[in-house]
Nanobody, 120 residues
Framework: QGQLVESGGGLVQAGGSLRLSCAVS????????MGWYRQGPGKQRELVAS???????TYAGSVKGRFTISRDNAKNTLYLQMNDLKPEDTAVYYC??????????????WGQGTQVTVSS
């Protein structure tokens, strides 16, 4: 089994920065690509960024150049540095395995997420 605990969200003005963290319990972290996902108000959950075990990263076009995903395998922690935040970045942010989500008892597992609110 595993657990995902996201933190670091908050209320920030447009143009500001936040750093999200995801503490992962379970031995799977070091062996899997990981991703940050987000779900905005009235929207479907979407992939924001991913990082392979090699460190190779990919980003959604809407955040490229502003967000940076990173990982610390020694600490079992995933990070998302978000700069130049925009109101459209407002969402609940989640981490998970990528591309195949973490499953527990046969069901996709999500942590509680962390709310990011960007005011204009």
């Amino acid at each position: 089994q595993g657990q995902l605990v996201e933190s670091g969200g908050g209320l920030v003005q447009a143009g500001g920065s936040l750093r999200l963290s995801c503490a992962v319990s379970g031995s799977f972290f070091s062996f899997n690509a990981m991703g940050w996902y987000r779900q905005g108000p009235g929207k479907q959950r979407e992939l924001v960024a991913s990082i392979q075990t090699s460190g190779t990263t990919t980003y959604a076009g809407s955040v490229k150049g502003r967000f940076t995903i990173s990982r610390d395998n020694a600490k079992n922690t995933l990070y998302l540095q978000m700069n130049d935040l925009k109101p459209e970045d407002t969402a609940v942010y989640y981490c998970n395995v990528y591309p195949t989500l973490l499953t527990i008892n046969g069901r996709n597992y999500w942590g509680q997420g962390t709310q990011v609110t960007v005011s204009s």
